[in-house]
Nanobody, 128 residues
Framework: QVQLVESGGGLVQAGDSLRLSCAAS????????MGWFRQAPGKEREFVAG????????YYADSVKGRFTISRDNAKNTVYLQIISLKPEDTAVYYC?????????????????????WGQGTQVTVSS
């Protein structure tokens, strides 16, 4: 079992920056590929960023490239999502997720169903 706990969300203004954290416990963190997703009210959960074990490859949704940066610290069992230049449309609940097996491609990293474990989410609200 893996437990994921997100933190770092809050109410911010457009143009601000934010760093979300996801602390993992349980199985060996470095064995997991990690993803960040978000879900706005009335919308489906969407992929924003992911990175892999091993070579640390990163993947980003086109809509967030240049503003979102995913990173991980295996020693701290933590994955981060740095967001700059926040926009009101970034308002959502942000979830981290972990996957243990399967081929690693953008297609598989961006699928909700690829992931085995999910955190409870952290709310990010961006005011204009």
């Amino acid at each position: 079992q893996v437990q994921l706990v997100e933190s770092g969300g809050g109410l911010v203004q457009a143009g601000d920056s934010l760093r979300l954290s996801c602390a993992a416990s349980g199985r060996t963190f470095s064995s997991y590929a990690m993803g960040w997703f978000r879900q706005a009210p009335g919308k489906e959960r969407e992929f924003v960023a992911g990175n892999t074990w091993g070579d640390g490859s990163t993947y980003y949704a086109d809509s967030v490239k240049g503003r979102f940066t995913i990173s991980r610290d295996n020693a701290k069992n933590t994955v981060y999502l740095q967001i700059i230049s926040l926009k009101p449309e970034d308002t959502a609940v942000y979830y981290c997720a972990a996957r243990f097996m399967g081929p690693i491609t953008y297609a598989t990293m961006s699928l909700v169903t690829s992931y085995d474990y999910w955190g409870q989410g952290t709310q990010v609200t961006v005011s204009s």
